[in-house]
């Protein structure tokens, strides 16, 4: 039986790559339950320090399937979705990198953004298609798409369902960075690399936490707890390490999450 979500490790950055290319990597709820799995599982793997999530083929994910679609369409559908939510992502304790290679559409782009950082090949194809299959913006992209690209960006994006290049989403702020195709998963991987080298995992995990929980946040609760995680960091061995690591110029050995 195919593996829907292929996995490698290497220097601490697990790759895992949604694997359905015939079908620009529709969403299924056996993949997705499969990804999740994978997450989780990697979040309690101590070699593993970074996660880059990308696509088989000529797709990141196309969203749903459209066999699923037509079954819940015409009442048929006996699917288990997962019980995670479709921002589980956003939950794991470490950094997870999207390397969008091409097709991002609908469900698709869920789940690109629901990623800490999001790299994309300048040719890939973009778009949020709801509003042209006469549905809605989906699993929290009306919350996540105004705070990456203002109010006026996202309703163009969302009304329309235009579909757009990897270069423009860069332009609007949807992205990180954008990149040729040819080196888009040698750049992501070099940038993850980099993380898991010199990044505290300790560290990136509070960070992470603050940047997704922050946003409901006052600024004067947000500096609030910003003080008591600062006294916690400073018992961590990892303070110690990487100060010593910086005076001495060298790579600093954190310990793993």
Known sequence: MMDLVLSSVERGVLTLTFNRPERLNAWTDAMGRRYFDQLAEAEKDPEVRVIVVTGAGRGFCAGADFQT????????????????????????????????NGACAGLGMVHALVCDLVFTADEAKWTTAFARRGLIAEYGLSWILPRLIGQARAMDLLLSGRTFTGAEACELGLVNRSVPRESLLAEVQAYA??????SSPASMAVIKRQVWGDWNQTLEGAESAAVRLMAE???RPDFAEGVASFVERRAPGFPPL
């Open 69 to 100: 679609l037509n079954a819940i369409q015409d009442g048929s559908y006996e699917g288990e979705p997962d019980r995670r939510p479709t921002t589980f992502p956003a939950t794991i304790g470490k950094p997870v990198i999207a390397a969008v």
């Open 193 to 198: 690399g980099e993380l898991a080298t010199h």
């Open 233 to 235: 960091s400073f018992r």
